[in-house]
């Protein structure tokens, strides 16, 4: 009896402990995920009844420009983004030397993950301000005349990923610094004894040990490349007229500024699947990791 | 062990003991209670808000709370709060933002208690909360619309304020001779450009085509909107305008009019806290120049209120409040630190210099509309702030800038 019920217990110990976690991803996820969804096929202002619309928003979602500038601007990102994992690791491998006062230099590149998105993009507005700007006061000194990215329609969503990059580099640059100190000593001795050096010692001993550290990189990039939001809202709120939204705000934008919440539902949608791509990608490369170790 | 237990034991009983007490509290308290939701930013008004309401509840035995709110996060939490837990008095914007909620029935009716208090009488910008005939809530001040200039700069270059659409090209020469921005706009947060819209078109094509368009019975499409897109883009073409406006906000370019870099900007009082506190007396208001002589002059006076939601817990209590603080003197005490234009015309403003002037801009108007984000549907609003701030940038897109808000405004009022 008493052993039946251990038995029981010993069998439901994963699933209670599951529970909670599965619990929360059920309702923060998956339901909010299937209600936006249902959302997204009615017209709503948010209060009020909702009106069924069929796929309605869709289809103007495909006729309206600024989902398309939105989709590029998305497009920006990712690729831009793209180049945090390489900076990150060219850092990580900088400081990583036993040298006097890289713990300084250490530091005031790890400083940018310490402040917050807010205070990132505010530091950067000051930055590209066209007429006290740091940015200003450079060109000043040589002459020129400093553009007004935040004002140009073509310049201004690469000065918002730019700013957003400095803490995504410093954030790959921890993740490499820790895969760095996990370097399996006896590989790397291994590769002195045959006269491995520089950029072979890298090539050949280094970087393959970091593939793991790589792929996680490069996959929170791409997620965090699509789910900015925060810094286009402090830095632009979009603008000028609406040249540096990306799908996020535009959907925050409709939702919550145009009261239209079946529309921004539907753009959530859009994103939503789009992010999928790169959440199975790495699922699917984590599972395989797995199974083969 | 025994020591945990025992802790543990006691510290079930304490907070039982704290339980009992939290609950029996309201028993003996009084039962009469308010809930204000403010949405005021100026710290000073804030003070006297809540300094006000604490009188409010000595005199009148009840107790008070006032929760503020970030006056840009209420706009959205107010469509939250309102249906599910109402306060007992709100602060909101007339016009098309408040019609909206009387729609719905979220606001009171307080038409009897107007009309008790003979408040129509001194207020004449009553209409703003009036939705057919009943009235929803009570002007508390005004924002007079119009351009801003430094007195001191005007005098040094013997300038006067421009009057007619001629004077604004012969006014931008001399002001760029003197090494001046014409007219300082910060379009950052989108509003000022569509505020620059109101006034040509108010001037162009008259009140009553201006409400025609607010309310969603004229395409943005129409040949009369290209009668005022036209004169605009010959005075952004003629470099009038803030270099770069869309990177700054309202406050920004205000400090460009306050360090003597730009001659005259478009705002309400509120500039003044552009301002530092010794230049404010060098404030100057004059009313946007003439288009055409035979048109009437009207101007944009948007209107703050506050309401008593249809769902507040204690209307009655709500109802003494909007009575006390309607009271000329505390209405003033209210209004004095923001320097908005008193609603009700029995108050003396003439010891601020900013709301005389502003009551000086204000003799002679023959008709207000309140402001374009407060008169249309808040989505065409939405898309006609992007394309003004757009046109100001590349007015060689008008044609299209217009198509793409009449799109926003046949989805919401309708093909016509």
Known sequence: MLRNRRKLLHRATPALLLAPGLLLFLVVIVFSALRTFWISLHVWDGFGDMAWAGLANYVELWGDPQFWVSLRNNVIWLVVFLLAPPLGLAIALLVNQKIRSMRLAKSLFFMPLVLSTVTVGVIFVWFYDPTYGLLALIFDAFGGTAPAVLSSDTWVTLAVVFAALWPQVAFCMVLFLAGLNNLDEEIIGAGRVDNARGWQMLRHVVLPQLRQVAFIAVAISMIGALRSFDIIAVMTSGGPFGSSTNLAYQMYEESLFSYRFGYGAALATVLFAIMMVFIVWYLIRLLRDERGA | ?416
């Not at chain 2, 205000?254 to 506190?277: C, H, N, V």
């Not at chain 2, 209590?317 to 015309?345: C, H, I, K, M």
């Open chain 2, 1 to 416: 062990m025994t020591r945990l237990r025992l802790n543990r034991r006691r510290f079930l009983a304490t907070s039982a003991a704290a339980g009992t007490a939290c609950l029996g509290a309201p028993l003996y308290a009084q039962t009469r209670e308010l809930v204000i939701i403010s949405n005021r930013g100026n710290p000073d008004q804030r003070a006297a808000l809540e300094a006000l309401a604490k009188e409010f509840g000595t005199s009148a035995g009840v107790k008070v709370s006032v929760n503020n709110m970030d006056h840009e996060a209420h706009k959205t939490a107010i469509r939250n709060y309102l249906v599910a837990s109402p306060p007992d008095i709100n602060f909101w914007f007339s016009g098309e933002r408040m019609q909206g909620f009387v729609e719905r029935g979220l606001f009171s009716d307080i038409t009897d208690l107007v009309e008790q208090n003979g408040w129509a009488d001194v207020v004449p910008a009553m209409g703003a909360t009036t939705v057919d005939g009943r009235i929803y809530g009570l002007p508390t001040a005004g924002l007079l619309w119009g351009l801003w200039y430094r007195q001191d700069v005007f005098d040094e270059n013997g300038w006067t304020p421009p009057a007619t659409a001629e004077d604004f090209f012969t006014f931008g020469e001399t002001a760029k001779a003197a090494g001046m921005t014409p007219f300082s706009i910060g379009t950052k947060n989108m509003w000022p450009a569509a505020g620059w819209f109101d006034h040509m078109n108010l001037r162009i094509n008259g009140l009553e085509h201006h409400k025609d368009l607010m309310a969603g019975r004229i395409a943005y499409t129409d040949a009369s909107l290209m009668k005022v897109m036209e004169p605009w883009t010959e005075l952004v073409n003629a470099g009038l305008f803030l270099e770069n406006a869309t990177s700054y906000a309202w406050e920004q370019a205000a400090a460009t009019l306050a360090q003597k870099k730009a001659a005259m900007m478009d705002l309400a009082g509120f500039i003044s806290y552009g301002f530092p506190e010794e230049d404010r007396g060098q404030l100057r208001f004059a009313p946007f120049p003439t288009y055409d002589a035979g048109m009437g002059r009207y101007e944009d006076f948007s209107v703050d209120s506050i309401h008593i939601p249809a769902g507040a817990k204690n209307p009655e209590v709500a109802r003494e409040f909007l009575t006390y603080f309607y009271q000329p003197d505390t209405l003033w005490s209210y209004l004095e630190p923001d320097g908005n234009l008193p609603a009700r015309t029995d108050i003396d403003v003439s010891g601020n210099h900013i709301m005389s002037e502003s009551k000086k801009g204000l003799v002679g108007v023959d008709g207000t509309s309140q402001y374009y984000d407060r008169d249309t549907n808040p989505d065409v609003a939405q898309a006609g702030l992007k394309g003004f701030q757009e046109f100001m940038a590349r007015p060689d897109r008008a044609e299209r800038i217009l198509a793409d808000i009449e799109r926003a405004r046949a989805r919401v009022y309708g093909a016509l």
